[in-house]
């Protein structure tokens, strides 16, 4: 089956609400994502497969104290699509796109066995840490630019729509 991975479009939105609540297996991302995709600087694309919506990554702009940033997530692949490249295939287009808008750098709340094939590593290693309590091998950044955080410490702060994701059950 051909691959591809597009902007998220009008006509996606219930199919990437299903993507998010299988994946996850509950609705706090998808509602995350429907509180903030009309943010002209987040960047939102899907995965799809003959024409069928079957993955979706989604970069939100953050804030380490004054310094402009991108969050990665959530992303996500419909559970029977998985292992397959289809997420790798995701992150690597939604990096491209964030560095075509001039992101300087990106940070993820995810799997440390997962994010570091794509160059990212603790965000500790550049004194920067996450507003939630996570333990520090879950909170990665990777530099768009090499040497975008070299003077840059501090707390990333995301939307406040994050703050309710992590309180929900």
């Given at each position: 089956?051909?691959?591809?991975?597009?902007?998220?479009?009008?006509s996606?939105?219930?199919?990437?609400?299903?993507?998010?609540?299988?994946?996850?297996?509950?609705?706090?991302?998808?509602?995350?994502?429907?509180i903030l995709?009309?943010?002209?600087?987040?960047?939102?694309l899907?995965?799809?497969?003959?024409?069928?919506?079957?993955?979706?990554?989604?970069?939100?702009?953050?804030?380490?104290?004054?310094?402009?940033a991108?969050?990665?997530?959530?992303?996500a692949?419909q559970p029977?699509?998985?292992?397959?490249?289809?997420?790798?295939?995701?992150?690597?287009?939604?990096l491209?796109?964030?560095?075509?808008?001039d992101?300087?750098?990106?940070?993820v709340?995810?799997h440390?066995?997962?994010?570091?094939?794509?160059?990212f590593?603790?965000a500790?290693?550049?004194?920067?840490r996450?507003?939630f309590?996570?333990?520090?091998?879950?909170?990665?950044?990777?530099?768009?630019?090499?040497?975008?955080?070299r003077?840059?410490?501090?707390?990333?702060r995301?939307?406040?729509?994050?703050?309710?994701?992590?309180?929900s059950?």
């Amino acid at each position: 089956m051909a691959l591809a991975i597009r902007p998220e479009q009008p006509s996606d939105r219930d199919d990437v609400r299903s993507v998010l609540e299988t994946a996850f297996g509950q609705p706090g991302e998808a509602r995350l994502v429907e509180i903030l995709r009309d943010d002209p600087e987040c960047v939102s694309l899907v995965a799809c497969e003959n024409g069928r919506v079957v993955g979706h990554v989604f970069f939100t702009p953050v804030r380490v104290e004054e310094f402009p940033a991108t969050a990665l997530g959530p992303m996500a692949v419909q559970p029977d699509r998985q292992r397959r490249g289809i997420g790798s295939r995701l992150v690597l287009a939604g990096l491209d796109a964030c560095r075509d808008r001039d992101a300087s750098a990106v940070f993820v709340l995810g799997h440390p066995q997962y994010y570091p094939r794509f160059g990212f590593v603790p965000a500790s290693r550049f004194g920067i840490r996450c507003e939630f309590p996570v333990p520090d091998e879950v909170f990665l950044g990777l530099e768009l630019r090499p040497g975008a955080l070299r003077d840059v410490r501090g707390t990333v702060r995301y939307h406040a729509a994050f703050a309710e994701l992590e309180e929900s059950p």
